[in-house]
């Protein structure tokens, strides 16, 4: 089946530390999207990338990295540089033929991310 | 920068029950979609409206862009229509991107 996964599902991070959450698709999209989500709010916008080897910062990308080597995936760095880590973060995709933004986006099952 | 607002807050139904939600944005977009998130954290993609009607089965959505409103209509509710509803609008604000609500809590009880 055709769709977006995310790994861990939970991930513990100590003070200091990176991790990296993963975010892999098979629906051939071109776009893909990080979002974070805080307790009863919207989501907001980290980074987004149009195509291989290019990415742009969202809103809040102060304190994470992201890449883009292989179109089915974009990994998030949440490095130390950002202090508020604990949230829930979603990934998306969309095909990027009517441009990012302007088309349906479909979400992988998120990553909650707690800081011990 | 543009808001996006959604009412109410929180509902709470019967089953079978209908309801109305309401999504406000303070300026021009280029297209606003309706999302469902359901207990366990997954977001759905339910409309892509930038402007008209559209229907899918128990849901239908009205977008008036010209008086900056959307609503989303649930008929005959189910348990599994639990969950927060979210709309999201296309423009620019400091850049160009998605630009969400708070969303809608709404549990349907048995």
């Known amino acids: 089946d055709g769709g977006i996964t995310q790994s861990p599902k939970y991930l513990f991070r100590k003070e200091g530390q990176n991790v990296t959450l993963s975010c892999e698709q098979n629906?051939?999209?071109?776009?893909m999207y990080w979002y974070r989500q805080d307790p009863g709010q919207g989501l907001r916008l980290i980074y987004y990338s149009q195509i291989v080897n290019d990415f742009q910062k969202g809103d809040i990308a102060e304190g994470y990295s992201v890449s883009r080597e292989k179109k089915e995936s974009f990994p998030l760095t949440v490095t130390s540089a950002q202090k508020n880590p604990t949230a829930f973060y979603l990934c998306a995709s969309s095909t990027g033929l009517a441009g990012v933004f302007q088309e349906t986006q479909y979400f992988g099952p998120g990553t909650r991310l707690l800081v011990l | 920068g543009i808001q996006v607002e959604q009412s109410p807050p929180d509902l709470i139904l019967q089953e079978g029950a209908n309801s109305t939600l309401r999504c406000n944005f303070s300026d021009s977009v280029n297209n606003l979609q309706w999302f469902h998130q359901n207990p366990w954290g997954q977001l759905i993609n339910l409309f892509y409206?930038?402007?008209?009607?559209k229907q899918n089965g128990r849901l239908s959505a009205t977008t008036v862009a010209t008086e900056r409103y959307s609503l989303l209509y649930i008929s005959s509710s189910q348990t599994t229509d639990s969950g927060v509803y979210f709309c999201a609008v296309a423009a620019w604000d400091s850049n160009y991107q998605l630009i969400w609500g708070a969303g809608t809590k709404l549990i349907i009880k048995p």
């Open positions: 629906l051939n999209h071109d776009a």
């Open positions: 409206i930038p402007s008209g009607t």
